[in-house]
Each structure stands twice: as structure tokens, then as C-alpha cells.
Nanobody
Framework: QVQLVESGGGLVQPGGSLRLSCAASGDIYYVDTMAWYRQAPGKQRELVAGITTGKSPNYADSIQGRFTISRDNAKNTVLLQMDSLKPEDTAVYYC??????????????WGKGTLVTVSS
């Protein structure tokens, strides 16, 4: 069993910064991809940024140059540094990971989500 636990959401003014953190725990043999998705009210969930082992990070066009994703492979964590936040960044942010365990081949896991609100 694998769990993803997010932290770091909250209320921030436009132009401000937040850092989201997600830690994976449990039966982990290999982490292929870790990423952040978001879902704004009335909209579909969308990819924000992701890192696949051995590859460069990829970012959504809407946050390019403002957000930075990073991974700590030793701790199975992924961070999302969000700068120059805009009201349209308001959403529930979900951590995603594709993980291989000792007992199960690659599976997709999701965190419960953390709310980011950008408002003055």
C-alpha cells in the first residue's frame, strides 16, 4: 500500500509565493513519475508540472517560469515552488505518483489534495 500526503496549501495574495510538498510512503520499490495536478472550480483536472526519473521536468504553459518542481528521490518527495501567484492559480492541487512496489507493478496514486487560494 502506498500513500501520498500533501502539505503547504493556503491563502496567499496575488504576486505571493507558496510551496507545496508531497511525500510518498509505504511499499515503494521504484518511483517513476511524480507530478502536481490542479482542479479549479468547474474545470477539469490539469497537469501543472511533473518529473519522470531520468528526464527533465515538464510544465504547463500557464505556469511556465513561475512554478518550479523538484524531487528528493531519497525521501520520495516532490516539491512545487509557486511564485508570482495569480488569482487564476486558485485550485485544489493534487499530488500524483506512478510507483512500483515489491508486490505490484506500476500503479498510479493520488493524494487527497490541498487547496490553494490566491486572493486579495
Amino acid at each position: 500500500q502506498v500513500q501520498l500526503v500533501e502539505s503547504g496549501g493556503g491563502l496567499v495574495q496575488p504576486g505571493g509565493s507558496l510551496r507545496l510538498s508531497c511525500a510518498a510512503s509505504g511499499d515503494i520499490y521504484y518511483v517513476d513519475t511524480m507530478a502536481w495536478y490542479r482542479q479549479a472550480p468547474g474545470k477539469q483536472r490539469e497537469l501543472v508540472a511533473g518529473i519522470t526519473t531520468g528526464k527533465s521536468p515538464n510544465y504547463a504553459d500557464s505556469i511556465q517560469g513561475r512554478f518550479t518542481i523538484s524531487r528528493d528521490n531519497a525521501k520520495n518527495t516532490v516539491l512545487l515552488q509557486m511564485d508570482s501567484l495569480k488569482p487564476e492559480d486558485t485550485a485544489v492541487y493534487y499530488c500524483y505518483a506512478r510507483i512500483r512496489s515489491m508486490a505490484i507493478s506500476d500503479m498510479d496514486y493520488w493524494g487527497k489534495g490541498t487547496l490553494v487560494t490566491v486572493s486579495s
